[in-house]
């Protein structure tokens, strides 16, 4: 009887390590299969980027059938350059700064294919009681630029139509390593930040600071930063694989917009670059701010207004800080938002 009962075991634990290796086997198989998508961002791992990463420890990426690889750009153009050279199928970058690639004879193949966030969510940060709650209040005032003509003009725009004289402002060159520290420290009087970042920081670290944002003061300035960006030649050949990629990045993004606080921890967890840890806090006020500015009035995730593409381009045109004139709805599509 006993060795009958060791036979039956024996059997039994043989059929289990088949079994434990034939579903081994399968998921290494599925593995494989899975399409290869490399993402590069505009700088590194920040709230702006959170639902690429949700989507990646959620398996959102997996259930589409797709690897995907986060990595860093080289430069401040790298992304775009990556993107336009196919090493990475997409990328992160802002629609002022494409606005160079669009105007060139020669553009570089990319198209934004999703807006990250609805608004423009940039202004100038100063310190409180300093006046320069409003553009006019730059007059006499040290602003830290990072000598881009489109910027420079844009602060030109709203000193100007607040009754301000643009002249007046000294203009320092952008040479810091943390905005909040160099408004804190006086290196600087002012700065143009993006308040779920910069803002958030100063309110963590109880700095108090004044605010005013672009948009408020001129609705052309309420363009797209940052959106995603997708390579031409990979969005002709493989449209579906693009549909997949941002349908599971949405649920990324949606499921950061419900949950904010897990979202960061996820966020810091996927980080690789290891530059979020310590900074808990920081990260999960930011990411409670930034979470509400996903979708906010859009109908989903992602679609462009092409009014507000548009309007700013023709802008840049009509104050010639661009090459050439940029054609309605040139650089953008929501064909592939499912």
């Known amino acids: 009887m006993k060795k009958i009962l060791a036979l039956i075991l024996s059997g039994m634990l043989l059929i289990s390590l088949t079994a434990c290796g034939s579903n081994n086997k399968n998921k290494e198989e599925k593995q494989g299969e899975l399409k290869k998508i490399t993402v590069c961002l505009d700088y590194t791992p920040n709230t702006n980027h959170t639902g690429l990463y949700v989507a990646k420890n959620q398996g959102f990426y997996e259930?589409?059938?797709?690897?995907?690889?986060?990595?860093?750009?080289?430069d401040d153009n790298g992304a775009v350059l990556m993107c336009a050279s196919n090493q990475a199928q997409f990328a992160i970058k802002e629609q002022d700064g494409l606005a160079a690639t669009f105007a060139s004879d020669d553009p570089l193949g990319v198209t934004a294919v999703a807006a990250i966030l609805q608004h423009n969510t940039s202004g100038i940060m100063s310190r409180k009681g300093d006046g320069i709650d409003t553009p006019k209040g730059l007059e006499n005032k040290?602003?830290?630029?990072?000598?881009?003509?489109?910027?420079?003009?844009?602060?030109?725009?709203?000193?100007?139509?607040?009754?301000?004289?643009?002249?007046?402002?000294?203009?320092?060159?952008?040479?810091?390593?943390?905005?909040?520290?160099?408004?804190?420290?006086?290196?600087?009087?002012?700065?143009?930040?993006?308040?779920?970042?910069?803002?958030?920081q100063a309110k963590v670290q109880?700095?108090?600071?004044?605010?005013?944002?672009?948009?408020?003061?001129?609705?052309?300035?309420?363009?797209?930063?940052?959106?995603?960006?997708?390579?031409?030649?990979?969005?002709?050949?493989?449209?579906?694989?693009?549909?997949?990629f941002l349908s599971a990045t949405r649920k990324g993004y949606e499921y950061a917009v419900e949950n904010p606080e897990k979202a960061a921890k996820m966020l810091i967890e996927e980080d690789t670059t290891g530059s979020l840890k310590g900074n808990e806090e920081f990260i999960t006020e930011s990411q409670k701010w930034l979470s509400k500015q996903y979708i906010a009035d859009a109908k989903k995730w992602g679609e462009f207004d092409a009014d507000r593409w548009n309007r700013f381009y023709k802008w840049l045109w009509d104050n010639r800080l661009i090459e050439r004139e940029i054609k309605e709805n040139t650089g953008f599509t929501n064909e592939y938002l499912k």
Do not use: C, R
């Open 63 to 74: 259930e589409m059938g797709l690897d995907v690889e986060i990595v860093q750009p080289t």
């Open 206 to 244: 109880n700095v108090d600071i004044d605010y005013f944002d672009f948009k408020s003061i001129d609705d052309v300035f309420d363009f797209y930063t940052p959106v995603i960006i997708g390579n031409n030649d990979f969005l002709k050949d493989n449209s579906d694989v693009a549909k997949s």
């Open 142 to 200: 040290t602003y830290s630029t990072w000598d881009s003509p489109i910027e420079q003009a844009i602060i030109k725009h709203v000193v100007k139509k607040d009754g301000g004289n643009y002249d007046k402002i000294n203009l320092i060159p952008y040479n810091v390593s943390s905005d909040v520290d160099a408004i804190k420290n006086k290196d600087t009087d002012a700065i143009w930040v993006f308040y779920g970042w910069a803002g958030i």
